[in-house]
């Protein structure tokens, strides 16, 4: 709809003006808003090729992911969100909006929402779309978030942090966490559940019990 406020009566010639004038802002309105559907479109079948990697070239990935502003060979957080009683589609345009501000990618995968964010901590990747989804669609969304060292294999290790962040939102949502955003490392022990392996098991420990073998083994008392 297009208003105008005047002071006087608009004679013939005036209102065929702003008649134009409507047709042409509905005109522009609907190219930006095919434009944006395309992008959104396009992003989101590269999120789809990333985590699905078995038929496609990952090196072809990586390349279409740089034409598109986004870096996959630095480290980045991998972020896996669902909606309470929320249809896929009303998130994905809140996702795309923020991916793109971001300077990274949001898709669909696995019956989620996945979005991906360069040089951004897993922990408040999970926090932040949590929240803004979540306004955006005035409901609670769950998120579970992991990190993707992209450096070597950033496909793979992009899939495998997807993985990981899926489990995680499984887990929250297990535990009734909804509306909330978390990584599995913020899940405590829980989070070794989730696939940790040896390494992850001996940090949990280290940072948990440390002080305490620190301090007994300071005075021999093991």
């Given at each position: 709809m297009l208003v105008l406020r005047t002071t006087r009566e608009l004679d013939q010639a005036d209102r065929r003006i702003l008649e134009r004038a409507g047709t042409v802002a509905a005109l522009l309105l609907l190219f930006r808003r095919s434009v944006a559907e395309a992008q959104t479109q396009v992003r989101g079948d590269l999120v789809s090729d990333l985590l699905n990697p078995d038929h496609h070239d990952p090196a072809a990935v990586v390349e279409r992911a740089r034409l598109l502003g986004v870096d996959l060979e630095s480290d980045h957080a991998v972020v896996a969100a669902?909606?309470?009683?929320?249809?896929?589609?009303?998130?994905?345009?809140?996702?795309?909006?923020?991916?793109?501000?971001?300077?990274?990618?949001?898709?669909?995968?696995?019956?989620?929402?996945?979005?991906?964010?360069?040089?951004?901590?897993?922990?408040?990747?999970?926090?932040?779309?949590?929240?803004?989804?979540?306004?955006?669609?005035?409901?609670?969304?769950?998120?579970?978030?992991?990190?993707?060292?992209?450096?070597?294999?950033?496909?793979q290790s992009t899939v495998e942090a997807y993985r990981e962040a899926h489990a995680c939102?499984?887990?929250?949502?297990?535990?009734?966490?909804?509306?909330?955003?978390?990584?599995?490392?913020?899940?405590?022990?829980?989070?070794?559940?989730?696939?940790?392996?040896p390494e992850r098991v001996a940090t949990f420990v280290d940072s948990t019990l440390g002080p305490m073998l620190a301090y007994d083994a300071a005075r021999r008392t093991i």
């Open positions: 669902t909606g309470e009683g929320v249809e896929r589609r009303r998130l994905m345009l809140p996702a795309s909006q923020l991916a793109n501000r971001l300077g990274g990618l949001a898709g669909e995968q696995a019956g989620q929402i996945a979005v991906i964010l360069p040089g951004m901590a897993t922990a408040d990747a999970a926090t932040l779309v949590s929240a803004e989804l979540g306004t955006a669609v005035r409901a609670p969304v769950t998120a579970g978030a992991a990190a993707a060292h992209g450096a070597t294999a950033p496909t939102l499984s887990a929250l949502r297990a535990l009734g966490q909804h509306g909330s955003g978390a990584t599995a490392a913020g899940l405590g022990f829980l989070g070794l559940l989730l696939g940790g392996g």
